[in-house]
């Protein structure tokens, strides 16, 4: 079975940094694509980051390039999302995802880690 387990979530001041990893079990993450998806109260759940499985293609949406890094560790088959320069509208919660390719479709996802960044 597999599973997807965030970590590093939290309450941190705007201009703070965080950084949340994913840890990956019943699943040799060197096979897929690792991926970040966020959702804010009331809205969507949207695209934050993504990595293939060489770690050589990132992509990152607008409005979290260069403040935003994803990095994977595949010998200890995990996912990191390295975040700085926080803002408030980066207040989510954050979904760790596993998938064929860094543009999808995603198979796997875990079950979130709160992100709470106050003004």
């Known amino acids: 079975q597999v599973q997807l387990v965030e970590s590093g979530g939290g309450l941190v001041q705007a201009g703070g940094s965080l950084r949340l990893s994913c840890a990956a079990s019943g699943l040799t993450i060197s096979s897929v694509s690792m991926g970040w998806f966020r959702q804010a109260p009331g809205k969507e759940r949207e695209f934050v980051a993504a990595?293939?499985?060489?770690?050589?293609?990132?992509y990152y949406a607008d409005s979290v390039k260069g403040r935003f890094t994803i990095s994977r560790d595949n010998a200890k088959n995990t996912v990191a999302l390295q975040m700085n320069s926080l803002k408030p509208e980066d207040t989510a919660v954050y979904y760790c995802t596993a998938g064929a390719t860094p543009h999808g479709p995603f198979d796997y996802w875990g079950q979130g880690t709160q992100v709470t960044v106050s003004a």
């Open positions: 990595i293939n499985r060489s770690g050589m293609d990132k």
